[in-house]
């Protein structure tokens, strides 16, 4: 081996171990939503107060969706490292606040606090990335995301089980503290990033009204539907809201001299394309991991006990090809494919899911995830890479908060959306009919997923392919 060539393995080594600390972040935050979603019927029974179960889960997502955007550019105006540790301290002791909550009430109140961490925990994980590593190269790192993913989607309920049934709910969010401590600890050795020197000039007017916005947002797909009828003036408010604020920060952000999300950055087609990709990307994931466990438990007959693992024939493939695609992506710097397919390959998923009745088996359920897992494999990674590849390096942050909030977003208007279908067909239904009704859910749901990875792919098939940054 030449000197040149140890020294690139050296690198490559030392960038790893600091990414995996990076990672253990990025998988506090997917375990605790999975783990407390196992937990939430114990604690309803521990805290009372079922009429405000929902907003145990409501806030979180609400807190998390609005401070994304804000952690970007702190990251890029304070300095990656700095900004990644305070989002995790901050997980961290509202992960504890969570646990030591002795009514419904706190609880929100800690879960609204958890979820400020958490807003910064995914996109400081990546913009982190972005700084370490130049987007030619990252193709060598995207497994590590992969499995990060999986095993938060597969171990979360598994862990929440666990905890729950063997050492009670407050566990649940006990848990976070000693993984939490140990990312702190390991970027803290091993993380190196240049310091930043910008000057300081946060935009606060942006960040109040994209907050504004966001919340509405999320409050209208929330509520809609199932607390308020979706022609209501509640929800016509909620979107009057969300509408003109959105308005009034693009004008401002516009004027801002140091935006919160510069506009320069939409300036770039294939960003709004990536940006179309993540929104997709969100939908995609949530009806997937949210709605197949549950056509598998209600209609199929699957142990609820082990509903992560129903998720392995859709996991797995994301693991592999997103580890093929990015060492391809690596070695050709050519990318531009890899999301047409991934889109092209969730299309296919989405009819195919579409098609099931309360008769079809686990086997060929299994069989159709598979097409949902490589097309997921094949763009969430992919969508980060072109996202950062198409701004300056000092908009990394700003752009991966854009990516990251619209995946949180397309998640939660998907699940609003999702849940009604699913309600309208399933209420007050039993025994026979019930599964029929979950099978018509289904089959409703999957039909807009494919509708929407057509328009995934129809993003990504007019993504130009521009030069990778960094060593080939």
């Known amino acids: 081996m030449t000197t040149s060539a140890r020294a690139a393995a050296q690198e490559t080594r030392h960038v790893g171990v600091a990414i995996l600390g990076v990672m253990f972040g990025l998988l506090l935050s997917m375990l605790d939503n999975f783990i407390v979603g196992t937990a939430m019927p114990t604690i309803v029974g521990d805290l009372g107060r079922h009429d405000l179960l929902s907003w145990v889960v409501t806030v979180y997502a609400l807190t998390t969706a609005i401070t ?78 992969a499995i990060v993913v999986a ?73 809609g539907g199932s607390t308020f009828d979706w022609v209501s003036w509640q929800t016509l408010l909620l979107a009057s809201v969300a509408v003109i604020s959105g308005i009034t920060f693009t004008w401002w952000e516009g004027r801002s001299p140091e935006p919160l999300i510069p506009l320069r950055v939409f300036g770039s087609r294939n960003f709004t394309m990536a940006t179309i990709l993540g929104l997709v990307s969100g939908v995609v994931m949530f009806a997937a991991v949210l709605y197949l466990p549950l056509f598998q438990q209600s209609v199929q007959g699957a142990s609820a006990s082990a509903s992560g693992l129903l998720l392995l024939p859709m996991m797995i493939p994301v693991v592999i090809v997103s580890q093929v695609a990015g060492r391809v992506m690596t070695a050709t710097g050519k990318y531009k494919i890899f999301p047409v397919i991934g889109a092209a390959s969730m299309v296919v998923g989405g009819l195919l899911l579409a098609t099931m009745t309360a008769d079809t088996t686990a086997l060929v359920t299994s069989a159709f995830m598979v097409f949902i897992g490589i097309g997921s494999g094949l763009t969430q990674q992919m969508t980060t890479t072109i996202a950062q590849n198409s701004v300056e390096p000092r908009d990394i942050g700003a752009a991966s908060g854009v990516v990251t909030l619209l995946r949180t977003l397309g998640g939660s208007i998907g699940v609003a959306v999702f849940g009604t279908i699913y309600t309208a067909n399933t209420d007050g239904l039993t025994g026979t009919v019930l599964n029929e009704g979950v099978a018509a859910s289904i089959r409703t749901i999957f039909v807009i997923v494919a509708v929407a990875a057509a328009l995934s792919l129809v993003a990504a098939s007019v993504i130009k392919e521009v030069p990778l940054r960094g060593r080939a």
């Open 68 to 145: 994304t955007p804000i952690w970007g550019k702190l990251g890029d105006l304070f300095g990656r490292k700095r900004v990644f540790h305070v989002a995790v301290l901050l997980f961290i002791v509202g992960s504890v606040l969570a646990a030591a909550s002795p009514t419904m009430e706190l609880l929100i109140a800690a879960r609204a606090f958890q979820g400020i961490g958490a807003g910064g925990l995914a996109v400081s994980a990546f913009a982190v990335i972005g700084d370490l590593v130049p987007p030619r190269e990252r193709g060598r790192y995207q497994g590590m995301t």
């Open 151 to 223: 095993v938060g989607t597969i171990g979360g309920p598994l862990v929440g089980g666990f905890i729950t049934d063997g050492l009670g709910w407050r566990w649940a969010f006990f848990i976070n503290l000693p993984l939490g401590i140990l990312t702190i600890a390991w970027t803290a050795i091993f993380l190196r990033l240049p310091k930043v020197t910008r000057r300081v000039r946060i935009d606060w007017v942006g960040a109040v009204l994209i907050g504004t916005a966001v919340s509405a947002i999320v409050l209208l797909t929330t509520w």
